[in-house]
């Protein structure tokens, strides 16, 4: 019998692992796939998430960068170089994701890769999982399956909250300059925006479209493509990995008897950014103290996960989806407004660093851009 089964070993599922098992529980952390297992991912990564562990990232950690260049429609470029506390974290996700499973196991978790969940049972006091290795027993439950996982339907949350968004994305393995730089472009997607985010031996090369509405069924192979020719890649002789993100779109139950969702699972991808892996671990943490106060007797600390997810980075979404509303209707207004702006790169980097809110800068951030459209 485990305190807890984690279904899912990615970000959210991981960091549960972890903070559980540190904490002295019996943890159980499955995963359908093999271990390490490739991901398809930007793999950017706020240097914020070190706070909430204590041992150092640096083996997962495949480049650090501190220049960004943007673009409109692959013209007009502007530069921005970021302090050397505040650079980003570029990671390949079958090494990061595993880096952390890994201190979870040096804290005692017990991991079953390759093992796939069939089906759950409610035993009153306890879950019964029924996996492709047989069943095992647990007094709690984290689902942090992802966003196409089947624990949120077997645990009743068919009408969870989100924004159906979409990306496309190739990783060319080439040589990276020795001072690597994170590239964006707006503009060459409706809804959405282009990226090249290196890696030590490579990069990754894609687009999303983070914004509802019939633009969001465009095709996206085709910009990639433009886009990737920007950086003299091929796009058709790289294989590409296409996958849904499913964005917040407000307060929601995140909490069941005797389990919780985590990770993306919880639909808690970044509406204007479509940043995943922060708000992954940041839910998977959450639910981890959840998971320890109901262990120790708490009645209501499954549902304070809920208020938890909905205050904390809830209110931020909320504040994010405004944002994003406007920056993707009017991306040339918000490229030249917005983007260009000497202070603009640094202070989005703090917001993902957790240095600032999204309520902090959209108000003003609003008013300009609303002005713009006015006139």
Not at 65 to 70: L, N
Not at 105 to 122: C, F, M, P, R
Not at 169 to 181: F, G, I, K, Q, T
Request: charged share 20%; net charge neutral.
């Amino acid at each position: 019998m485990y305190d807890c089964i984690i279904v899912g070993a990615g970000p959210a599922g991981a960091t549960a692992a972890y903070h559980l098992s540190k904490a002295g529980h019996q943890v159980l952390l499955l995963d359908a796939a093999e271990l390490p297992r490739y991901k398809p991912c930007g793999g950017g990564v706020s240097p914020q998430v070190a706070q909430w562990f204590d041992f150092d990232f640096s083996p997962a950690i495949s480049v650090k960068v501190r220049k960004v260049r943007y673009t409109f429609n692959l013209a007009d470029p502007i530069e921005a170089e970021l302090p050397a506390e505040k650079a980003l974290w570029m990671v390949r996700r079958d090494e990061f994701d595993y880096f952390i499973v890994q201190q979870a196991q040096k804290q005692g978790a017990t991991l079953k890769d390759s093992t796939k969940v069939q089906g759950i049972e409610n035993q009153g006091d306890h879950w019964q999982v029924n996996t492709s290795q047989g069943p095992v027993q647990g007094r709690f439950l984290i689902a942090a399956d992802g966003a196409r996982g089947s624990m949120t339907k077997w645990l009743g949350f068919p009408q969870r909250r989100y924004k159906l968004a979409a990306a496309l994305e190739a990783e060319p393995r080439l040589e990276v300059p020795n001072e690597p730089v994170v590239h964006f472009d707006l503009g060459l997607i409706q809804q959405g925006y282009l990226w090249n985010f290196p890696k030590a031996d490579g990069y990754s090369i894609g687009g999303g479209v983070f914004r509802s509405g019939p633009q969001r069924k465009q095709d996206l192979r085709t910009p990639v493509a433009d886009y990737a020719a920007a950086f003299d890649v091929d796009a058709s002789t790289v294989q590409h990995f296409g996958h849904p993100i499913f964005i917040w779109d407000g307060p929601q139950t995140l909490h069941t008897h005797r389990a919780v969702l985590a990770g993306e699972a919880a639909c808690v991808v970044d509406p204007f950014t479509a940043e995943g892996i922060r708000p992954s671990i940041f839910s998977g943490m959450k639910a981890a103290q959840a998971i320890a106060q109901a262990l120790q007797g708490s009645g209501t600390a499954l549902e304070a996960y809920t208020h938890t997810m909905n205050q904390e980075w809830g209110e931020e979404m909320r504040w994010a989806r405004r944002l994003a509303r406007l920056v993707y209707q009017a991306p040339a207004l918000a490229y030249k407004a917005g983007v260009k702006r000497p202070s603009s790169t640094l202070t989005m980097v703090k917001i993902f660093c957790g240095e600032v809110s999204y309520g902090e800068v959209a108000h003003r951030a609003i008013r300009r851009l609303s002005a713009g459209l006015l006139s």
